[in-house]
């Protein structure tokens, strides 16, 4: 299993371009979800989903826009690109959607500088 | 809103000593409370959880205490070794909501 993957690695946009950062899971996960990390911040939930078809916001979601039309996999779109996005995120995946309490398995994360 | 509070931000100690990183968490309703290790440029990994129906849980060198009534929990590591070095974060959650509230994360250095 290759478990949670996300491309790209790094991105340098330009304020106000558009991309959708990419992440995928093979494990059948039912839960998914996307974070980013500021320095001193931690980790502050963006977007969520517990299923195919099942989106809702996090803590932060505004800017960035998420879909979930297949178990394994959940893009992440910023629709203009501000450098206040700059960050990097990190891709999260669980076992089950029963309340979420199972051990989340994080990605290798997408470092993005927003220009 | 929800809210967890984490300190030390940083801990420094020396080879073979003991090293506890405390959180406070806001929400009564908090069942569910990981922590989570990140080294330098990696991604976080659960190093241990532990639910609000037990106290304590103990994992080798590591042990997580919770108390309810103050709403804050602990993580414990013993005999420290160079390769405890990292930032950990501590989380809570309670069943249903499937968010994780984060705290902001401790730097510990574990000093030869």
């Known amino acids: 299993n290759a478990g949670v993957t996300q491309t790209p690695k790094f991105q340098v946009l330009k304020t106000g371009q558009s991309m959708t950062l990419q992440c995928a899971q093979d494990m059948n996960h039912e839960y998914m979800s996307w974070y980013r990390q500021d320095p001193g911040m931690g980790l502050r939930l963006i977007h969520y989903s517990v299923g195919a078809g099942i989106t809702d916001q996090g803590e932060v979601p505004n800017g960035y826009n998420v879909s979930r039309s297949t178990t394994e996999d959940f893009p992440l779109r910023l629709l203009s690109a501000a450098p206040s996005q700059t960050s990097v995120y990190f891709c999260?995946?669980?076992?089950?959607?029963?309340?979420?309490?199972?051990?989340?398995?994080f990605g290798p994360g997408t470092r993005l500088t927003v220009l | 809103g929800e809210n967890v509070e984490q300190h030390p931000s940083t801990l420094s100690v020396q080879e073979g000593d003991s090293a506890v990183i405390k959180c406070t968490y806001s929400d009564s309703a908090s069942n569910y409370f990981p922590w989570y290790k990140q080294e330098l440029g990696k991604r976080p990994q659960l190093i241990i959880d532990?639910?609000?129906?037990?106290g304590e849980k103990k994992d080798q060198r590591i042990a997580v205490t919770l108390n309810k009534t103050a709403k804050h929990f602990s993580l414990h590591i013993t005999e420290t070794q160079p390769e405890d070095s990292a930032v950990y974060f501590c989380?809570?959650?309670?069943?249903?909501?499937?968010?994780?509230?984060f705290g902001t994360g401790t730097r510990l250095k574990v000093l030869a």
């Open positions: 532990i639910r609000s129906n037990v």
């Open positions: 989380a809570a959650s309670y069943y249903g909501t499937y968010k994780y509230i």
């Open positions: 999260a995946s669980s076992r089950t959607s029963g309340g979420g309490q199972d051990t989340q398995y």
